[in-house]
């Protein structure tokens, strides 16, 4: 039964998708010396259609982004996770460090998927940015204690969702877009799959290994999702959670031990004295929060889900902000309040519709056949259900509440007939990167993934944080450039270290780049602007996805 879904899809496609015939590149930009071309492909709005349905004729447009590399042979696709994050931004924003790591002999290829961004039509739910955020106002944010208000929420999304997308809302899927990089790489000439996914891509990435792994050539998934419960809705995905608050618990004892680089350590006894002050003080926020007066026009109040949400769980992702987190914590706890109520409490000026595509593209990978037909949790069943998420972390799970919620209003019911095979042999073995403590693509689930894709290699970066980027490593970043080169595995086993500290001292940083050639200096400094990227924003942190 695990093997049919994915094979009736990779049918439908081979009988009917056609090959297309070139693009219509335009010069759009230029990243550090690299130029960028950019592009449209229209793509079928439904891969699979049988020959004569009502889809079978109609068509989305993906827009394209590259950047060329100096002497590339092949193109590389990136994508950067989400669901519902932009290639094009990503090639913009981090292309010149992604090139230092892969090379010149790869152009970086990227795209919107089909629904985010420049793609057309798009996921969306609201008509314009003024209904997006008046509609963030009315949002609630404890499930707890509001899940009638949640509930009733969800209900109306969803159906807005459903008024303005339409037809097309239930054609925004994984293996839709793992077709559409089918008619990319046929639009570019490519026979075989060079891909490097991140988080949600890791997604995308084992989606099209599962359903066309005759053209994988070589492809690396970085942060891993656990592929099997994100398209099983009778599953809980609450091992998500698995080594969030172990994050939470690492990024305190790191504090401690860099003594006077870490305020948030000053005057505490040991790491476990820090972490059980904090976090009751971070509790003790849920039932009250503290008033801040700053003017008469900047006040308001520190809750729970200002310190924990807004503040903690979006710097798990990235150890680079761990300063700035004990910053901030530091002025909580010694009552400086104008600190972290200006850094979490304040509303964001814009309510991203990266938060739309997001929510549209988990419902319609998740919701069954029967969505629109079967019987609906009730609110209390609900609850009962985020238990898992609850008792999996202090700090996050709570944030689950979103996704199971969406799942019950959702008013489309599943298009695509893919489930995951429980083994797969690929063309060419897959790379796969995890960091030891990932706070929301765990370790567990990139070895869950190992196990499926017969012949690859599971790489451990011995750090914290989400994706190998997370923190700079020029051993993880040399044995991706092998493998794409050559093709060549690293050991079974293998793990790689971190070039930097989590809290860096001043003078720690002549020390890190001590002796290291021009070269090594440029993917030194590459790998550590990549570490400071920025994670993904907190309205989008609030879900099942990432």
């Known amino acids: 039964m695990l093997v049919v879904g994915h094979n009736i899809l990779r049918l439908f496609h081979s009988k009917l998708v056609p090959q297309t015939s070139g693009l219509d590149w335009s010069p759009c930009g230029a990243v ?24 079978a004729e ?55 998927p089909r629904g985010v961004n420049q793609s057309t039509p798009k996921a969306a739910c609201f008509l314009n940015d003024i209904d997006r955020t008046v509609d963030k106002a009315l949002k609630p944010l404890d499930p707890w204690t509001q899940s009638g208000d949640f509930y009733a929420y969800y209900e109306n999304l969803a159906q807005a969702c459903r008024d303005i997308m339409g037809e097309a809302g239930a054609y925004f899927n994984t293996p839709q877009t793992a077709a559409d990089m089918n008619s990319i790489l046929d639009a570019v000439g490519q026979e075989r799959m060079l891909y490097w996914g991140f988080s949600y891509g890791t997604t995308l990435g084992q989606t099209y290994a599962q359903m066309f792994p005759e053209r994988v050539e070589r ?35 790191e504090c401690f031990k860099s003594g006077d680089a870490c305020p948030l350590a000053a005057g505490y006894v040991s790491a476990e004295d820090l972490r059980t002050n904090l976090t009751r003080t971070i509790l003790d926020l849920y039932d009250d929060p503290i ?7 900047l006040h308001g109040e520190i809750r729970f889900f200002d310190v924990a949400w807004d503040g903690i769980f979006p710097s798990l992702y990235k150890p680079t902000t761990w300063p700035q987190l004990a910053e901030n914590l530091a002025a909580l706890m010694q009552g400086n309040l104008s600190v972290p109520f200006q850094a979490w409490s304040l509303p964001e000026n814009e309510w991203s519709d990266l938060y739309e595509a997001n929510m549209v593209i988990v419902n319609s990978d998740l919701a069954p056949r029967d969505q629109l037909t079967r019987p609906k949790m009730t609110r209390r069943e609900i609850l009962v259900a985020m238990n898992a998420f609850h008792n999996a972390s202090t700090i996050a799970g709570d944030t689950e509440a979103d996704s ?30 995890s960091t030891s403590l990932d706070p929301i693509c765990p370790l567990i689930s990139a070895q869950k993934a190992n196990a499926v894709y017969e012949g690859s290699v599971l790489l451990e970066q011995r750090s914290m944080g989400h994706c190998t980027v997370s923190m700079p490593s020029n051993c993880t970043a040399k044995h991706v450039r092998k493998y794409l080169d050559s093709g060549k595995l690293p050991k079974v086993g293998t793990t790689c270290e971190i070039d930097d500290p989590y809290f860096n001292k001043p003078k720690d940083e002549s020390r890190i780049t001590k002796g290291l050639s021009r070269d090594e200096e440029e993917l030194a400094a590459a790998l550590k602007a990549l570490a400071n990227d920025p994670p993904w924003s907190k309205s989008a942190l609030y879900r099942r996805a990432r």
């Open 219 to 253: 492809l690396i998934i970085d942060g891993v999702s656990n592929q099997i419960p994100w398209y099983n809705p009778k599953l809980s995905s609450a091992d998500e959670f698995d080594s969030t608050d172990a994050v939470y618990k690492g990024f305190i004892q």
């Open 291 to 297: 008033p801040v007066y700053i003017n008469a026009s």
């Open 404 to 433: 199971l919620f969406e799942l019950e209003s959702w008013r489309y019911a599943r298009s695509h007939s893919f489930v995951p095979a429980e083994r797969v042999k690929t063309a060419h073995p897959l790379l796969i990167l």
């Open 58 to 112: 109609k068509t989305f447009s993906l827009a394209l982004t590259r950047l060329v590399g100096k002497n590339a042979t092949k193109s590389l696709l990136i994508n950067p996770g989400g669901p519902g994050g932009s290639g094009g931004e990503f090639v913009f924003r981090r292309g010149e460090q992604l090139n230092k790591i892969v090379g010149e002999g790869y152009h970086l290829l990227s795209f919107d």
């Open 32 to 55: 550090a010396g690299h130029d960028v071309q950019c592009a449209r492909l229209d793509v079928p709005m439904d891969h699979f259609a049988e020959e004569g349905s009502t889809t």
